[in-house]
Nanobody, 127 residues
Framework: QVQLLESGGGSVQAGGSLRLSCVAS????????MGWFRQAPGKEREGVAA????????YYADSVKGRFTISRDNARSTLFLQMISLKPEDPAMYYC????????????????????WGRGTQVTVSS
């Protein structure tokens, strides 16, 4: 059973930065696509960024390109999301997600591709 625990959320001013972390337990992250998703109040959950099993392929939602960077450390079973230049439209609950072991070298932000989800970490941006 894969368990994911996010951390690093908080409240920052617009233009600020945060670094989210997601630690997996119960299994390794090897061979899995990993992703970050977010959900703001009253809105549907949306994909933010995804990374392939080795970290060589990344995919970003248009809204965060150039501002967010996804990375992973498989040895530490940890996924990261570095967020800079945060905007008033970025506040949401951010969720870490893991796919099944598939060794795919490309990953997309398709929620059905991700089998395991964390409980989320809240990001707030004040203007």
């Amino acid at each position: 059973q894969v368990q994911l625990l996010e951390s690093g959320g908080g409240s920052v001013q617009a233009g600020g930065s945060l670094r989210l972390s997601c630690v997996a337990s119960g299994t390794t992250l090897s061979g899995r696509c990993m992703g970050w998703f977010r959900q703001a109040p009253g809105k549907e959950r949306e994909g933010v960024a995804a990374v392939s099993f080795g970290g060589g392929f990344t995919y970003y939602a248009d809204s965060v390109k150039g501002r967010f960077t996804i990375s992973r450390d498989n040895a530490r079973s940890t996924l990261f999301l570095q967020m800079i230049s945060l905007k008033p439209e970025d506040p949401a609950m951010y969720y870490c997600a893991a796919g099944s072991v598939s060794w795919r070298d490309r990953c997309a932000l398709v929620q059905d591709d991700f089998s395991y989800w964390g409980r989320g970490t809240q990001v707030t941006v004040s203007s």
